[in-house]
């Protein structure tokens, strides 16, 4: 059996029909792929798009999607082996994981860290408890990474740029301000995807503390090494954004200060002209602008780079709906 965990974890050939596929459901939306199927989602943070997204595309395929809150619709579940359960949880994900898979298809996940110990988070142990005691295919729907936006991404680009080969393109993946720490998984997720893809990548923060974990950059490495693109890792905007052809704007908290953001919220504060604006922009290639959103304008980036016909934010918005679709049918084996 297998899951959609990470896109690491899937070949680069189950990737591209992943994305074939995703390209032809947006043509043509419905189908029967998930007919009599149900995928029950269990969100343990908010979203907007990723439900919407998930639920219409299993109704499009003639399936059937149950949302689920633990804490609030559902109730609270523990992940620890071996603890007396005289707290707020009711039940163990033991017997969860394993009773949703006796009822459907697919589980889909959202899970966030917990923002206090990365040593913890970096587990990503709600995910795999899930994929650990379901007996269907398990779905990260966002938790350290995001494997359905890689791929929404990666298809915007392939749309924008006409071609299924990203090869020799140069990728910035660059750091942006937020008042607030963020997940790293978008980060992550992108840092994956564009040197799966063979692009010429830069990782663009503004010190060292920003460098996404050694997981992720190990990940990079060996995707460059397998693909023949690059990654250079820049704190210096202009040289970064020189000729660049995708700008890829995200923000994320520094592992390095993980649980504890007001040692990290100075440095944070003294870099809020990592926007992305009309002159960085034009230090491109003609470069397509893109961010996973939600987005804080003129935080983030300004409302001309955003209302710009370069800004594919929503081409890749939309294309959530159809990758999910696309891996839906792929782990139900409708393909």
Known sequence: MKHFLNTQDWSRAELDAVLADAAAFKESKLGDQLKGRSIALVFFNPSMRTRTSFELGAFQLGGHAV?????????????????????????????????????????????????????????????????????????????????????????????????????????????????KPLNTAVANSALTIATRMGMDVTLLCPTPDYVLDERYMGWAAQNVAESGGSLTVSHDIDSAYAGADVVYAKSWGAIPFFGRWQDEKPIRDAHKHFIVDERKMALTNNGVFSHCLPLRRNVKATDAVMDSPACIAIDEAENRLHVQKAVMAALIGQR
């Open 67 to 179: 949302v689920l809150q633990p804490g609030k619709d559902a109730w609270p579940i523990e992940f620890d082996l071996g603890t007396v359960m005289d707290g707020d949880t009711e039940e163990h994900i033991a017997e969860v994981a394993r009773v949703l898979a006796r009822y459907v298809d697919l589980i889909g996940v959202r899970a966030f860290p917990k923002f206090v110990d990365w040593s913890l988070d970096r587990q990503d142990r709600v995910l795999k408890a899930f994929a650990q005691y379901s007996t269907v295919p398990v779905i990260n729907m966002e938790t350290i990474t995001h494997p359905c936006q890689e791929l929404a991404h990666a298809l915007a680009l392939q749309e924008h740029f006409g071609t299924t080969d990203l090869r020799g393109r140069k990728y910035v993946l660059t750091w942006t301000y937020h008042p």
